[in-house]
């Protein structure tokens, strides 16, 4: 077997750089393969490391898949509580966070989710993820009040289930994105979505593009 060798002065750049660089490479193998079916030498060959240049960094295929997801959750990446964002009115920020998960939860076309679900199957990483979902909830639920409370969304749905209907409509998307083509979140995705917010969350008057 042929071993690959590392990338040439890959020592001498900063360790960040270089755990890095095996993060990106482990993604794109565990969206491409699954997380199951991806081994290390795969990792490394994407890296164009030695086996022993990721296991340096890393202890085990598993520890960098909890570091990626660990990295997917950080609630500082999506922008939130950016001025540009909480400025907006509620019922467009809603979809503001909808955009804002849609292009921060996927990579090249492949989504987050399914490397969440193969996570918790194996028992990882289930107390992040959903406290991550529990957040996402409260938000969403606190945004479609509000919307409830400024007359632009229909008052007599629960904010609560109406955000978590919301979101699990969003993974769902993401992952038969992930799945087929056919189905891009960037585009029959958005038409589901807006869809369901045209004509289960919003008022009739409001024409909200997502």
Request: aromatic content about 10%; proline content about 4%; glycine content about 6%.
């Amino acid at each position: 077997m042929k071993l690959s060798k590392a990338k040439p002065g890959w020592k001498k750049m900063p360790e960040e750089v270089r755990k890095e660089s095996i993060l990106q490479a482990a993604m794109q193998c565990f969206f491409s393969k699954g997380f199951e079916r991806t081994s290390v030498q795969d990792i490394a060959d994407a890296a164009g490391l030695t086996k022993g240049g990721i296991y340096f960094h890393f202890e085990s295929k598993e520890e960098i898949r909890d570091t990626l997801i660990q990295n997917f959750l950080s609630w500082e990446r999506f922008g939130f509580e950016e001025p540009e964002v909480k400025a907006l009115p509620p019922h467009l920020r809603l979809v503001e966070y909808l955009e804002r998960l849609a292009n921060r939860l996927a990579v090249e076309g492949n989504c987050s989710p399914r490397l969440f679900a193969e996570a918790t199957a194996c028992g990882a990483m289930e107390k992040e993820i959903l406290s991550f979902y529990d957040s996402l909830e409260k938000l969403f639920a606190k945004t479609i009040k509000e919307s409830q409370e400024n007359g632009k969304i229909k008052a007599d749905l629960s904010p609560e289930l109406s955000a978590r209907t919301l979101l699990a409509l969003f993974d769902g998307l993401q992952i038969q994105s992930d799945i087929s083509n056919k189905r891009a979140l960037q585009t029959v995705g958005r038409e589901v979505l807006k869809v369901f917010l045209k004509s289960m969350l919003f008022l009739p008057q409001d024409n909200c593009e997502i």
